[in-house]
């Protein structure tokens, strides 16, 4: 392939991203509206908790109920979940605050359930790649094991997967999904963009990347800094590391320490310091990470 069809691929793709996160923006913008109309017109507590129940509902049925009708065939109606699943996961984050704790434990275990069936049924449907250099991971936490297997699961059988036997410092790739996982002092850089990207027990690796039209999900690294653009944050189990992002929803930490979030270029909507700690329930800000 020539450099000018890379180039032309490449602007396509950037012009494809843009698009997807306009889409997506609007949806949440609708969606936040109406939250507010909502919280403006309910000042009682347990009259808000009840619209927040049926909003919460009807949006979550509308994603189980074609897995549950196994109407589910095809990629585009699995990406159609993921977005729908996204906004969901969104109105969450947005209606914390007036949630009591174990309203949220409860919404938060169905979230993980559900996010759990969507990967399962992507795996099914969307044939895999034709490379595939991957090891199990250790098993984890019994309670969380669930999820992450899922997760496992997927990545492994449906991405490019990248440890220390198979290390490279680049890689260039156009869509698709990645695995880096099991590395430690050592720097990575993806050049092109990707659909989803996956970094697993990583120690002392700084990994700059462009952008990712879904979810990136950090678990398990230590002393990491990761740059770059994406729709979805969401990390667990990590402690001393740096993000220098652009990101167009709230990104989300469990379970984590010593974090710093910095703005990456001058793009708006970028929501690089609306970090949500679901292991803070307390009013005042959590100490687990912090904005520069």
């Not at 507590?45 to 619209?51: I, N, R, T, V, W």
């Not at 990583?202 to 398990?220: C, I, Q, R, T």
């Not at 992002?245 to 909507?269: A, D, H, M, Q, W």
Request: charged share 25%.
């Amino acid at each position: 392939m020539s450099t000018s069809q890379l180039s032309q691929q490449q602007q396509l793709r950037k012009q494809q991203f843009e698009a997807y996160l306009n889409k997506q923006a609007d949806k949440l913008k609708t969606l936040k509206d109406r939250r507010q109309e909502i919280k403006l017109q309910t000042k009682d507590p347990k009259e808000l908790q009840l619209h927040v129940q049926k909003e919460f509902r009807q949006l979550y049925d509308n994603i189980i109920q074609p897995i549950n009708q196994k109407t589910i065939k095809t990629e585009e109606q699995i990406q159609q979940l993921i977005d729908e699943f996204q906004v969901l996961f969104q109105y969450y984050v947005d209606i914390n605050y007036a949630l009591i704790a174990y309203d949220k434990q409860q919404y938060k275990e169905q979230l993980d359930q559900l996010e759990c069936t969507i990967f399962t049924l992507r795996s099914q449907i969307i044939p895999r790649q034709k490379f595939k250099f991957s090891k199990p991971f250790p098993k984890g936490n019994q309670q969380q094991n669930q999820i992450s297997e899922e997760k496992q699961s997927f990545f492994e059988n449906d991405s490019v997967v990248i440890t220390k036997e198979n290390y490279q410092e680049s890689i260039k790739l156009e869509n698709g999904s990645l695995l880096l996982k099991n590395l430690d002092n050592s720097p990575f850089n993806v050049e092109g963009s990707l659909d989803t990207f996956y970094l697993h027990s990583l120690k002392n690796v700084k990994v700059k990347f462009g952008d990712v039209k879904g979810s990136v999900w950090v678990d398990k690294c230590e002393g990491c800094e990761f740059q770059g653009s994406m729709h979805q944050l969401r990390i667990h189990d990590t402690i001393d590391c740096s993000f220098i992002i652009y990101v167009t929803s709230n990104p989300i930490i469990e379970r984590c320490s010593k974090l710093s979030f910095t703005k990456l270029g001058t793009k708006e909507n970028n929501l690089f310091d609306q970090v949500q700690d679901f292991n803070w329930l307390k009013q005042e800000k959590s100490p687990n990470f912090s904005i520069i």
